[in-house]
């Protein structure tokens, strides 16, 4: 079987190409007859994309109407790159979803594995004890982007929409000012988590960052913070957000690591590429 790495030459930087070529290297490097491809161009039997920009959604859609696996990049859960133009960081590399909401794609829970503990530990990654909701100011709400509302249509409100509900449930439910955190805000979320005591948003990796703070969050769409219950004991909560952040840690790479092989192969024991 054949695999393809997509490039996008609308794109307004070569992230992509890199990203592709990277990949494409690594998965020959473990056996398998891997290019990288300028898109548009026919799917193979097991295709990769980053992002769901300049063509990336195409990729996808394709893929799911042909039955075909994809493989999806993009900046990493955590220590995530620099910026767009720059190769360092980390990059997320998700079988057939955005985010990971199972883990060895088949619905699984997330578990302690001592890769991913190792991984954790390499990241310098430190989770806080769970935050006295009390101890809060503010009620943050962290919508989805429009970029991300075309891609879940018509399954997702749009971004206006998911703020005037979740601003009215939050509002009810809770006796505290209620903060909506945008990208580019000019208070930025980091900022906001000071004061926060819970944390909703669509699907945003900054609620990984609320969690590994110990603030009680919800996602509402697909990620991997679904496994997270604000009504678990605190003993539970911390044992399951310490599981999916050693999960996430070894499921993104740099981009050496895609190119030698390190990724791929760390994808196949955990069975989320073929062998």
């Given at each position: 079987?054949?695999?393809?790495?997509?490039?996008?030459?609308?794109?307004?930087?070569?992230?992509?190409?890199?990203?592709?070529?990277?990949?494409?290297?690594?998965?020959?490097?473990?056996?398998?007859?891997?290019?990288?491809?300028?898109?548009?161009?026919?799917?193979?039997?097991?295709?990769?994309?980053?992002?769901?920009?300049?063509?990336?959604?195409?990729?996808?859609?394709?893929?799911?109407?042909?039955?075909?696996?994809?493989?999806?990049?993009?900046?990493?859960?955590?220590?995530?790159?620099?910026?767009?133009?720059?190769?360092d960081g980390?990059?997320?590399?998700?079988?057939?979803?955005?985010?990971?909401?199972?883990?060895?794609?088949?619905?699984?829970?997330?578990?302690?594995?001592?890769?991913?503990?190792?991984?954790?530990?390499?990241?310098?990654?430190?989770?806080?004890?769970?935050?006295?909701?009390?101890?809060?100011?503010?009620?943050?709400?962290?919508?989805?982007?429009?970029?991300?509302?075309?891609?879940?249509?018509?399954?997702?409100?749009?971004?206006?929409?998911?703020?005037?509900?979740?601003?009215?449930?939050?509002?009810?439910?809770?006796?505290?000012p209620v903060?909506?955190?945008?990208?580019?805000?000019?208070?930025?979320?980091?900022?906001?988590?000071?004061?926060?005591?819970?944390?909703?948003?669509?699907?945003?990796?900054?609620?990984?960052?609320?969690?590994?703070?110990?603030?009680?969050?919800?996602?509402?769409?697909?990620?991997?913070?679904?496994?997270?219950?604000?009504?678990?004991?605190?003993?539970?909560?911390?044992?399951?957000?310490?599981?999916i952040f050693?999960?996430?840690?070894?499921?993104?790479?740099?981009?050496?690591?895609?190119?030698?092989?390190?990724?791929?192969?760390?994808?196949?024991?955990?069975?989320?590429?073929?062998?």
């Amino acid at each position: 079987m054949k695999g393809a790495s997509f490039h996008y030459p609308r794109a307004p930087h070569a992230l992509s190409k890199h990203i592709a070529v990277a990949f494409a290297k690594g998965a020959r490097a473990v056996g398998h007859d891997w290019f990288a491809r300028q898109y548009p161009d026919e799917i193979a039997d097991w295709n990769t994309t980053y992002g769901i920009l300049h063509g990336g959604t195409d990729v996808i859609r394709h893929c799911e109407e042909n039955k075909k696996d994809f493989w999806y990049i993009d900046h990493g859960y955590l220590r995530r790159s620099s910026s767009i133009e720059a190769r360092d960081g980390y990059y997320r590399v998700v079988k057939n979803e955005l985010q990971h909401t199972s883990f060895a794609g088949v619905g699984g829970a997330p578990e302690v594995s001592e890769c991913g503990e190792r991984r954790l530990r390499e990241l310098g990654i430190t989770l806080a004890p769970r935050r006295n909701p009390a101890d809060g100011e503010i009620i943050v709400l962290v919508p989805p982007t429009d970029y991300q509302w075309r891609f879940y249509t018509p399954h997702l409100q749009r971004p206006e929409e998911w703020v005037r509900v979740w601003k009215e449930h939050c509002e009810k439910k809770f006796c505290r000012p209620v903060v909506v955190s945008r990208k580019g805000d000019e208070i930025p979320l980091t900022k906001l988590l000071d004061k926060a005591s819970y944390v909703i948003g669509f699907n945003s990796t900054g609620l990984l960052e609320a969690a590994a703070r110990g603030i009680f969050v919800e996602s509402t769409g697909p990620s991997p913070l679904f496994w997270l219950k604000s009504w678990d004991d605190r003993k539970t909560w911390e044992a399951t957000r310490y599981a999916i952040f050693c999960e996430i840690a070894q499921r993104q790479f740099t981009l050496g690591e895609l190119a030698t092989g390190l990724a791929q192969t760390v994808l196949r024991n955990v069975g989320e590429f073929p062998g």
